[in-house]
């Protein structure tokens, strides 16, 4: 299999504290530092959220702008999603650094159940955020925790809601949504090459001790990878992840596995179609 694997670092998230791992990075320069070390071990998009000085979740434009500042000045040509998740914030703010056009933006259009809440994700807040995303040139990347979802993306395509070939990431291993079933992960795949071709590129991410599955069943299928400290704050059962680095450094070690190639920053923003760095 030669098509390269992308690989994605969540570093951060909204639920893992330095008392769960204290590799978490919070500060905005300990994000930089530690995207950078995951940069230089093969991730080359960045899932960005943001944290208060208390590690509370946070929507703050300017903590993103201060991220993304960054990012560029140490990783430079690697990809920067923002989240546009549930948990840093409600309504209009979750979408509130969009006009900083990073290169992505994660895109639930869909509710669904969370372990303790429903992620509530409104059709009207989804057609705001996906316009907003239109506004400013940034490509969503749709966040699928159901079957439903990857549908919805269809039709936010036909309709011109998205305007390039949609980027799924199947979402599994989240307590009361979607398990890491491995007959469901084979349908996503088989319903996004239905609906988006053959070639369409999609990702998958695991929650927890899933991360590893979801890895090796990404890569190995043909698509592509997301790991970091905001799924996942282990190794294995008894070690804590270091870093993000070393989660990326296994992903890498199952694309030698599966002699798949890491896709280099320019070939990831070729394959997503995305604006030059």
Same mark, same amino acid.
């Given at each position: ?45 960045? =899932?960005? =959220? ?63 159940? @969370?372990?303790?809440?429903? !992620? ?15 506004? =400013? ?7 699928? @925790? ?20 949609? !980027?799924?990431? @199947? ?13 469901? @992960?084979?349908? !996503? ?34 698509? =592509? ?32 596995? !599966? ?19």
């Amino acid at each position: 299999m030669t098509t390269p694997c992308i690989i994605c670092v969540a570093i951060t998230g909204s639920l893992p504290r330095k008392a769960d791992n204290p590799a978490v990075p919070v500060t905005v320069t300990e994000q930089v530092e530690s995207t950078q070390a995951a940069f230089e071990a093969g991730a080359t998009i960045c =899932h960005a =959220h943001v944290r208060n000085d208390d590690e509370t979740p946070s929507s703050d434009p300017d903590k993103f702008a201060a991220l993304k500042e960054g990012l560029e000045k140490h990783c430079p040509g690697m990809i920067i999603q923002m989240s546009t998740g549930g948990r840093s914030g409600a309504g209009k703010t979750r979408g509130g650094m969009l006009p900083l056009r990073p290169d992505m933006a994660s895109l639930s259009v869909g509710s669904n159940n @969370f372990p303790t809440r429903v !992620y509530e994700n409104p059709p009207d807040l989804v057609d705001w955020l996906a316009s907003e995303m239109l506004a =400013h040139d940034v490509k969503p990347e749709i966040e699928a @925790f159901d079957l439903s979802h990857i549908l919805r993306a269809k039709a936010m395509y036909d309709a011109g809601q998205i305007k390039d070939l949609p !980027y799924v990431q @199947f979402v599994m291993g989240v307590k009361n949504a979607m398990p890491a079933d491995r007959e469901v @992960f084979d349908f !996503y795949i088989k319903t996004v090459k239905r609906l988006f071709g053959e070639d369409a590129p999609w990702c998958a991410a695991g929650i927890g001790a899933q991360q590893a599955v979801l890895n090796d069943w990404a890569i190995s299928s043909g698509g =592509h990878a997301r790991t970091g400290l905001e799924d996942n704050i282990r190794l294995d059962r008894n070690t804590l992840a270091p870093s993000n680095a070393a989660l990326v450094a296994r992903t890498v070690a199952i694309c030698e596995k !599966y002699e798949r190639p890491v896709a280099t920053w320019q070939q990831a923003r070729q394959m997503l179609g995305l604006r030059p760095a």
